[in-house]
């Protein structure tokens, strides 16, 4: 979108004010199916929940991950609503349940679906065999995350090393192991991750096979990094790592699915705030915009990420900090942005805001989250 357009838009609709671009989600999704064309693409949909980019990308052809029954409803009614003849052997194809720790009233209202979930310790198999004994299940494996903008590998995944046994155990209950599962932690630049982690994988399968159980599905996860900035390397360089280990590790016939959440969405959404309040401290330009670390910028506090923002006015650009509009010392945007001087009801605005942004906003201080605006629908 141009700045012309986003500043359109702003005036029509006020602030704060996220403008989802759902021709930017379609292009990366049909970039991520070209370069990884083995590759079943299931959206993460904890990235951002908007229900009107589940039909976007379901349109397109996706599938989707979903981290709790909320999720895992969204997605199905809006299947249902889509494609309202779709049979109960679309759920495999189109959703997998890739949160490894379930409540078992979730496993109790998700049983009747058959659903795809995964697993990484003996004590969520019995809850599994207990409370969703028609689910198919997924070993997560613990993978390398270093580098990466957030780790997982500390809170999920089993040890390799007892993978076989959990397949095992898994089979002696009377559940069936289709495969395994991943993540190389969020915004993973470091391709080395991966590489290990399509090894490791490759091995566990290879013994779980000797083993007499062969697993069919291989998912890679999420991590695919979002171009945040000119250090991230493209995703065709990515790509290419990947198929090539796709292509020595695996036998054809094995169905691969991955799990992008923040690739398909970061650089769908841009916010506008407008500046509230100005002030000078410690000689330096302080703006109050509103919004917050706890609404559209959460992303600073629980995904690590920065957002720098930009202004439509001209002018020299001088280090300014940012504040959000709450009560909070914590609320701070930025402490370092470049700003021209501003004035109250200047607006601000910035990019690559579409991933773990929204999706995590809070009514805090009472403010509600930032109005969406989707727009190229
Ligand atoms: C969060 C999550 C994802 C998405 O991760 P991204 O880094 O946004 O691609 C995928 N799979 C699982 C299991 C997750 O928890």
Known sequence: ???????????????????????????????????????????????NAEPA?????????????????????????????????????FIWDKIIYANPTK????????????????YDNVTELHKIKKYAPHAGVVLRLAVSNTGSQCELSNKFG?????????????????????????????QCTN?????????????????SKTRGHELKILDIGGGFP??????????PELARVINAEIERL?????????????????????????????????????????????????GIIFDHCQYPLQSFKAGKKEVCAVFGQTCDGLDVISQSDLLPNLEVDDLVYAENIGAYGSASATYFNGFPPAKVLHVNQ
């Open 191 to 207: 391709f080395e991750n991966f590489v290990q982690a399509f090894n490791t994988a490759a091995a566990v399968m290879k013994e």
């Open 250 to 298: 695996f036998p054809k016939d094995i169905q691969i699915l991955a799990e992008p959440g923040r690739f398909l969405v970061a650089t769908s959404a841009t916010s506008v705030a407008r500046v509230i309040g100005k002030a000078i401290r410690n000689g330096k330009r302080c703006y109050y915009i509103d919004d917050s670390v706890y609404h559209t910028f959460s």
């Open 1 to 47: 979108m141009t700045k012309k357009e986003i500043q359109k838009l702003a005036k029509e609709h006020g602030t704060p004010l996220v403008i989802v671009d759902h021709d930017e989600i379609r292009a990366n999704y049909a970039m991520f199916r070209k370069y990884l064309p083995r590759v079943q693409c299931y959206f993460a949909v904890k990235a």
């Open 103 to 118: 409540p078992k009233e979730t496993l109790l209202a998700l049983d009747k679906y058959k659903p795809l979930v995964t």
């Open 226 to 235: 979002a171009p945040y900035n000119k250090h991230v390397k493209p995703f």
């Open 53 to 89: 980019i589940v039909k976007t990308l379901y349109k397109e052809g996706a599938s989707f991950d979903v981290a709790s029954l909320p999720e895992f409803m969204l997605v199905y009614d809006n299947i249902k609503k889509l494609s309202p003849k779709a049979q109960q052997d």
């Open 158 to 186: 089993c040890d390799p090393g007892e993978a076989v046994d959990l397949i095992l155990a898994a089979f002696r209950m009377g559940l069936v192991v289709e495969g395994l599962s991943f993540h190389v932690g969020s």
